[in-house]
Every structure is written in C-alpha cells, then in structure tokens.
C-alpha cells in the first residue's frame, strides 16, 4: 500500500509539477497594479477622451498637426509603451552598423535609411495600411544597359532616330547618324557607370509617365503658369 501510493504521488507530482522551492522568492507584487487597486482605478480608467462640450479644453481635432496616434495613447497611456518599443525596434532593425559599414548580404536590408524614414516619419504621419513604395521596377537591359534606356528615352521624347534615309536616295551621311552620335557619347561614359545611369533614366521615364497621367486634364498653359 505504502509502494504504491509512493508512485501514486511521483505520478501526480509528473503530472502537475514539482512544488516551489521553500527557498524560492514569491513574485513580487505589481506596484503600479497596487497603486490603482489602492485608489479604487481600473486600468481602463487612465487616460483623457476628451469632449467637444469641455469648455476651453484645447481638442485634439480642433489643433493643427496632431499625429493620427496621438488620440488613441492619450485615450489609451498604458498603449505608449508597447507603441514606444515598437519604435525601438525599427531603429534596432534598421541601424544596425552591419547593415550601414558592411555588405548587403539579404537583399531585403537595401536601403535602410529610407526604410528607416518611412517606418519613422511617413508610416507614423499617415497610417497607411502598407510600407509605401515609389513602386520604381526598371529593368536594363543586360548588354549594353545604357545605350538601350537612351535609346527608350529618346524615342518617348519623340526624337527622330532614322538617319533620314529616304527612297530613291543614297544613305544620309553616317555623320549624321543620330545612332551613331549617341553611341559615340555613351562610349565616352565609364563603364561601370552604365548599370546606374541606366537604372537612373529608366526610372526618369516611369516617373514622367504617371505625372502625365496625372496631369492629363491639366491644360500645358495653367501647368507652366504653376510652375
């Protein structure tokens, strides 16, 4: 009988647990829990939801330049911490001197001071519901990069290409190739630049297609006299 309550109990003790430790110190007691007990406040209690009706109460939505967070901690203070770290966190994950001095090993980390801003300044002033993003896709082309974006360039300006070729007639002059002119000036360019600059001109031309598509209904008139 005395076997057998034996393992009765290390079964029970397996099952829920071995008992504290007589030299095990209680948690200590929350103080600000006691405080608020103490004073007869619920947690939910804190804060300020200020009223339209409160007499020369300076309101939130009446002052210029609230941040969208501001009312929710006011409403909501024991909200600051947890808001606060978040912040902390942001800058831990973004300024981190590896991804700064070091190389960009996960392709995810490319340019954190602009992550950075976002995440600090744009995502905390308009609360958008996504990271924002120019959305800017360009793709060089893999020979030759450079040469190709101007080429694209010139041809959404609308400069003529062609040699000026016309039928019945010899070839223009290769002088006056327009081709052969900006082959000539993109040689003069290092090639190292080429991959950049094509990045850079390709992104040009993106930009300028969607402020067109903006402006489309704005006569060219009214643009230059805002400009």
């Known amino acids: 009988m005395t076997r057998a309550l034996s393992i009765g109990l290390l079964l029970l003790t397996a099952l829920l647990g071995a008992p504290p430790a007589a030299d095990e110190e209680a948690p200590a007691p929350d103080a600000f829990e006691a405080a608020l007990a103490a ?34 901690l006011l409403a909501n ?10 912040l902390g966190n942001v800058v831990e994950d973004w300024l981190d001197p590896a991804l700064l001095s070091g190389a960009r090993v996960d392709e995810k980390k490319k340019e954190t001071l602009f992550q950075l801003g976002v995440f600090l ?12 993003s120019a959305n800017l ?19 959404r300006s609308g400069a003529d290409l062609t040699r000026g070729k016309t039928f019945g007639q ?10 052969a002119d900006l082959r000539a000036q993109v040689d003069r360019v290092p ?36 400009f």
């Open 191 to 226: 090639k190292i630049l080429h991959p950049g600059l094509a990045t850079l001109v390709l992104n040009l031309i993106d930009a300028r297609t969607w402020i067109d598509r903006g402006l489309r209904d704005v006569p060219q008139r009214m643009r230059d006299d805002v």
């Open 39 to 72: 004073m007869g406040i619920g947690a939910d209690e804190l804060g300020y939801r200020p009223k339209a009706s409160w007499s020369r109460y300076p309101h939130p939505k009446t002052v210029p330049y609230v941040m969208p967070f501001f009312e929710d």
């Open 77 to 86: 203070p024991l909200d600051t911490y947890v808001f606060t770290r978040t």
């Open 121 to 132: 300044a744009t995502d905390r002033r308009i609360g958008g519901f996504r990271a924002y």
């Open 137 to 155: 896709d360009p793709r060089p082309s893999k020979t030759d990069p450079l040469f190709h974006a101007l080429v694209r360039l010139l041809d």
């Open 170 to 179: 010899a070839d223009a002059d290769p002088a006056k190739d327009p081709m």
